[in-house]
């Protein structure tokens, strides 16, 4: 019988999944399930995939309510290799369990060859242990950080403290390679900004323009951290996902309310993906994001180092038009090749298709990039936006080119088809 990795997860939320490398005591027989993968015309490569198994749909009761409130579950395609599994509980508010979510890194499937696996699914008996290694979050009052194993990944910067205005007006993430930090926070060349971060110099609102790219006028506008949904918070050996809260505030006034939710993925030796999903709520009325391509959007700040030396480097994609003060229109997406404390790293920041356009980059020599978008977000209305931000090891993955970065992009931007049916 071939032996596959094994993975669960507990049910209460924020507890890391676990791997079992020793078989577990199942409590009872596994569901089977056939799942089909189809890549459509993209040629896919270290690509999440997740899908749902829903209460009724694909899931009895005794599958969704363990005793222990965990699972075991075994994915392998038809050679009968598996794959390292997560799985994660969704929880209605009398915390039922009312569906589980399946995550896993498919190395490789070929444009128009759709792949077949065989998934089984159990409630978990006694005898299984947990992983050496494995994606958790470290929590303090300023600061929420991602690790992986004791090596940190991102840092969110949470603390606001009226006392330190022009060090805390502002929540962002710091991007992390263990104790190293590749991107800035204050200080240095443009103090604004600050790591990865988010917000627009021209918000107008409320018969008033706000500015939410930098501080201008000492604590009038502020990005604050509110809370964090720990019902979304999950972590495991594969994926991690945080939730949190941002009140954009003019002079005490609320403009936008601001869901953040941040999806990182271990695709493999040297490669990060980060997932960012914002969901912007008009809080004051009608909302228009405006400014230009150099002071507004999502955008990515590396360290200052950087500055200093004016060497980021940049790969675009070979349609992108433009150039003169740094903008590229054309241009879904932006790779930088930066070096920190004498490493290499490359920074890929992807744009959704399904964000507004038209969408302009701005890459500057000094290590600040990203993409720049008009909107008007509707009274009572709200906009989603959706990024992918790969952080990838140059010294261990070696140099980026143009083509590979844009096969990635298509992968990002053109989701696959999932099927899956019970046997």
């Given at each position: 019988m071939m032996r596959t990795r094994e993975v669960w997860c507990p049910g209460a939320v924020g507890l890391a999944v676990a791997v079992a490398l020793t078989g577990p005591i199942l409590a009872q027989e596994p569901a089977r399930f056939t799942v089909t993968v189809d890549p459509g015309g993209v040629d896919r490569s270290l690509m999440p995939v997740s899908l749902c198994l829903d209460r009724g749909a694909h899931l009895d009761g005794d599958v969704l309510t363990p005793e222990r409130g965990e699972w075991v579950c075994t994915v392998t395609d038809v050679a009968g290799v598996g794959r390292t599994v997560q799985v994660e509980a969704h929880r209605e508010a009398d915390l039922r369990v009312s569906a589980l979510s399946v995550h896993w890194v498919e190395e490789s499937i070929v444009a128009g060859s759709p792949a077949v696996f065989e998934l089984e699914?159990?409630?978990?008996?006694?005898?299984a242990a947990a992983p050496e290694t494995s994606l958790g979050f470290e929590e303090t009052p300023s600061a929420l950080t991602l690790t992986h194993g004791e090596h940190a990944l991102w840092r969110h910067e949470l603390g606001f403290d009226p006392d330190r205005i022009e060090e805390t007006y502002k929540t962002f993430h710091h991007v992390l390679d263990g104790e190293t930090v590749l991107t800035k926070g204050l200080g240095g060349l443009y103090p604004h900004h600050r790591g990865l971060f988010i917000g627009w110099s021209k918000t107008r609102a409320a018969g008033r323009t706000h500015n939410f790219w930098w501080n201008a006028k000492g604590a009038s506008h502020l990005q604050r951290h509110a809370g964090f949904v720990d019902t979304q918070r999950t972590a495991g050996p594969l994926m991690a996902r945080s939730v949190s809260l941002v009140e954009w505030l003019s002079s005490g006034s609320l403009i936008v309310s601001e869901r953040r939710g941040v999806?990182?993925?271990?695709?493999?030796?040297?490669?990060?993906?980060?997932?960012?999903?914002?969901?912007?709520?008009?809080?004051?009325?009608?909302?228009?994001?405006?400014?230009?391509?150099?002071?507004?959007?999502?955008?990515?700040?590396?360290?200052?180092?950087?500055?200093?030396?004016?060497?980021?480097?940049?790969?675009?994609?070979?349609?992108?038009?433009?150039?003169?003060n740094d903008n590229w229109t054309d241009c879904p997406w932006a790779a930088a090749r930066i070096t920190i404390g004498g490493h290499p790293y490359w920074i890929v920041h992807m744009n959704a298709p399904s964000n507004p356009g038209p969408t302009t980059y701005n890459t500057r020599s000094y290590g600040r990039f990203g993409s720049f978008f008009r909107a008007t977000i509707p009274a009572d209305g709200e906009l989603r936006l959706r990024y992918r931000v790969l952080v990838i090891d140059g010294a261990e993955c070696g140099e980026l080119r143009e083509e590979v970065i844009a096969r990635a992009f298509e992968d990002f931007a053109t989701p696959v088809s999932i099927e899956v049916s019970r046997q």
């Open positions: 699914l159990s409630p978990l008996g006694e005898g999806t990182t993925w271990n695709l493999g030796p040297g490669r990060w993906s980060h997932e960012f999903e914002f969901v912007l709520q008009a809080a004051a009325g009608e909302v228009r994001l405006d400014g230009d391509p150099a002071h507004g959007g999502f955008q990515f700040r590396a360290a200052q180092e950087v500055a200093e030396r004016e060497d980021c480097a940049y790969v675009l994609p070979l349609a992108a038009q433009g150039g003169e």
